[in-house]
């Protein structure tokens, strides 16, 4: 009989990567495909709110805890004129949308998507054109949404029938301005200066805002690393996140290449945070860049069905990944990249929320139900706020073809101090094998085992639908606590939460 394949890992309170913000487990809905028409907004729905809003949708949004929500876009805000989504619905324009070559119909607009993150218990993102438009309109969308009173678009606001200012936090300077498909794409230096003098416009009419310049749509722009570090000289001191975006998939069907992207991911962002510190040093600043990985997700199995898309026509199914098994355990493998790099990414979103490369589909007028990347998501953000610790980790490893060293055992912790919970996020990669792991956990005196979610299947290519659902975890997972040790029993290709606490 072959011998079990063994991993180790020591946990220790000490050993602190940083305070998770909780933005860290945001999401994304941009006016594309069916995310808000048929999956957050349905006015014939049976239920529906009065204003439309999908309460089925909504639920699964709660379940998930999502903090916050970046809006309207993506590809799409480059275009947007955001003074054609409020007012009186029946009296906004219908306009051609070009990044994903549709028709607009402005149901939806800023006051609605303010109405609905309040129903859902999250916080707005906002994104700010810079593409066709710049810093008029985006000061002015500013003082529409948070200042009080007594200003020209604060008032129009008021009289909107929004009498209190939406009080929005977060708000990002463009979106992907380094690519080319970008409507009013941008040189570095092109944007960099405009992103400078829209942050400083943004903060004379409100100081408490926190902003988000484009970093690259992805590690393989070519203009990726060089991107960062203009936009940087420009914008260092007015800004305070610099964005990453990146999309992965399992084109060539190598599963287990596939489930070591995440080493790349990691690359990814030590190479913005070496940037970021680059520039630092150069301007002798004092401040220290936080990084907003404000996309990301699996997104490649509706690319073929999108060519056959035609175009002009309103909310048709855009980019409507149906995700499988193996997808989840990669989504599992990114938030735990993302929660071992809290102390300098502190935000993030998985692209997107609702139908549109998401964890929530939804029929229109019928049902609405998980994908299977639903569950690692919703396990760490409910589970993972705290403070990230370092896991050290010996593990068996393995080559793939792009990698080489991935180890089989991929883990995150987080160490709820005030809740005094510990969790123990982990993947075994191994796609034959099960792992047994030791962990050490001797500083955690007095912790006990509370609960074992696995997520496992034996179909990689398994996925959920409106019918059937087979991909969902249990909570039978096989571990035990003893003197100080965690042992745990990981079967192949499994995703785990351990929760333990006193
Ligand atoms: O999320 C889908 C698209 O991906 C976004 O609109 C864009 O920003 C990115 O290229």
Same mark, same amino acid.
């Given at each position: 009989?072959?011998?079990?394949?063994?991993?180790?890992?020591?946990?220790?309170?000490?050993?602190?990567?940083?305070?998770?913000?909780?933005?860290?487990?945001?999401?994304?809905?941009?006016?594309?495909?069916?995310?808000?028409?048929?999956?957050?907004?349905?006015?014939?729905?049976?239920?529906?709110?009065?204003?439309?809003?999908?309460?089925?949708?909504?639920?699964?949004?709660?379940?998930?805890?999502?903090?916050?929500?970046?809006?309207?876009?993506?590809?799409?805000?480059?275009?947007?004129?955001?003074?054609?989504?409020?007012?009186?619905?029946?009296?906004?324009?219908?306009?051609?949308?070009?990044?994903?070559?549709?028709?607009?119909?402005?149901?939806?607009?800023?006051?609605?998507?303010?109405?609905?993150?309040?129903?859902?218990?999250?916080?707005?993102?906002?994104?700010?054109?810079?593409?066709?438009?710049?810093?008029?309109?985006?000061?002015?969308?500013?003082?529409?949404?948070?200042?009080?009173?007594?200003?020209?678009?604060?008032?129009?606001?008021?009289?909107?029938?929004?009498?209190?200012?939406?009080?929005?936090?977060?708000?990002?300077? @463009?979106?992907?301005?380094?690519?080319?498909?970008?409507?009013?794409?941008?040189?570095?230096?092109?944007?960099?200066?405009?992103?400078?003098?829209?942050?400083?416009?943004?903060?004379?009419?409100?100081?408490?805002?926190?902003?988000?310049?484009?970093?690259?749509?992805?590690?393989?722009?070519?203009?990726?690393?060089?991107?960062?570090?203009?936009?940087?000289?420009?914008?260092?001191?007015?800004?305070?996140?610099?964005?990453?975006?990146?999309?992965?998939?399992?084109?060539?069907?190598?599963?287990?290449?596939?489930?070591?992207?995440?080493?790349?991911?990691?690359?990814? %962002?030590?190479?913005?945070?070496?940037?970021?510190?680059?520039?630092?040093?150069?301007?002798?600043?004092?401040?220290?860049?936080?990084?907003?990985?404000?996309?990301?997700?699996?997104?490649?199995?509706?690319?073929?069905?999108?060519?056959? %898309?035609?175009?002009?026509?309103?909310?048709?199914?855009?980019?409507?990944?149906?995700?499988?098994?193996?997808?989840?355990?990669?989504?599992?493998?990114?938030?735990?990249?993302?929660?071992?790099?809290?102390?300098?990414?502190?935000?993030?979103?998985?692209?997107?929320?609702?139908?549109?490369?998401?964890? %929530?589909?939804?029929?229109?007028?019928?049902?609405?139900?998980?994908?299977?990347?639903?569950?690692?998501?919703?396990?760490?953000?409910?589970? @993972?706020?705290?403070?990230?610790?370092?896991?050290?980790?010996?593990?068996?490893?393995?080559?793939?073809?792009?990698?080489?060293?991935?180890?089989?055992?991929?883990?995150?912790?987080?160490?709820?101090?005030?809740?005094?919970?510990?969790?123990?996020?982990?993947?075994?990669?191994?796609?034959?094998?099960?792992?047994?792991?030791?962990?050490?956990?001797?500083?955690?005196?007095?912790?006990?085992?509370?609960?074992?979610?696995?997520?496992?299947?034996?179909?990689?290519?398994?996925?959920?639908?409106?019918?059937?659902?087979?991909?969902?975890?249990?909570?039978?997972?096989?571990?035990?606590?003893?003197?100080?040790?965690?042992?745990?029993?990981?079967?192949?290709?499994?995703?785990?939460?351990?929760?333990?606490?006193?």
């Amino acid at each position: 009989m072959a011998e079990q394949l063994k991993a180790r890992m020591t946990v220790d309170r000490e050993f602190k990567i940083g305070e998770i913000d909780k933005r860290l487990y945001g999401s994304f809905i941009e006016h594309l495909g069916r995310a808000v028409y048929g999956g957050i907004y349905e006015v014939d729905h049976p239920d529906s709110t009065e204003e439309g809003f999908r309460t089925d949708v909504i639920e699964l949004v709660k379940e998930l805890q999502v903090p916050i929500v970046r809006y309207p876009g993506g590809n799409m805000v480059s275009a947007y004129n955001w003074e054609d989504g409020v007012g009186p619905i029946s009296e906004r324009p219908k306009k051609l949308e070009l990044a994903w070559r549709v028709i607009e119909p402005n149901y939806v607009g800023t006051n609605e998507f303010a109405e609905w993150a309040r129903l859902a218990d999250t916080e707005v993102m906002m994104a700010v054109n810079l593409g066709t438009r710049g810093i008029d309109a985006a000061r002015n969308l500013l003082e529409y949404c948070n200042h009080p009173k007594g200003s020209y678009w604060s008032d129009l606001r008021r009289n909107h029938g929004y009498k209190e200012p939406h009080k929005i936090k977060t708000w990002c300077l @463009g979106n992907e301005m380094d690519g080319p498909w970008q409507v009013g794409h941008k040189t570095a230096n092109e944007y960099g200066r405009l992103a400078l003098e829209t942050a400083k416009a943004m903060r004379l009419v409100d100081p408490s805002i926190e902003l988000v310049a484009c970093g690259s749509s992805s590690a393989q722009m070519p203009t990726f690393p060089e991107w960062e570090a203009t936009i940087l000289d420009h914008t260092y001191e007015e800004v305070d996140y610099l964005s990453l975006h990146q999309y992965y998939g399992n084109r060539s069907g190598d599963t287990a290449n596939y489930l070591a992207k995440t080493l790349e991911m990691n690359d990814f %962002i030590k190479t913005v945070v070496a940037t970021c510190d680059y520039i630092k040093a150069k301007k002798r600043s004092k401040k220290t860049m936080h990084l907003s990985f404000d996309e990301w997700n699996v997104w490649f199995h509706s690319n073929q069905a999108d060519r056959e %898309i035609e175009p002009w026509s309103v909310a048709p199914p855009q980019l409507e990944d149906v995700y499988t098994f193996e997808d989840a355990l990669l989504v599992g493998s990114i938030l735990m990249t993302l929660v071992r790099n809290a102390d300098r990414v502190k935000m993030a979103c998985m692209a997107q929320l609702v139908n549109v490369i998401a964890p %929530i589909m939804t029929e229109t007028g019928g049902s609405a139900w998980r994908q299977t990347i639903f569950y690692p998501y919703m396990h760490v953000s409910v589970f @993972g706020r705290g403070t990230s610790l370092h896991p050290v980790i010996s593990s068996p490893k393995y080559d793939s073809k792009e990698f080489t060293d991935v180890p089989y055992l991929d883990s995150a912790v987080v160490w709820n101090e005030e809740k005094d919970e510990l969790t123990i996020f982990m993947l075994n990669r191994h796609l034959e094998e099960g792992l047994e792991v030791n962990v050490d956990i001797r500083s955690f005196e007095e912790y006990k085992l509370k609960e074992h979610i696995v997520l496992e299947n034996d179909d990689l290519k398994a996925v959920n639908t409106a019918i059937s659902q087979p991909v969902k975890p249990h909570t039978n997972g096989h571990s035990t606590v003893n003197d100080g040790y965690l042992q745990v029993q990981a079967p192949k290709a499994s995703w785990h939460v351990i929760r333990l606490g006193k």
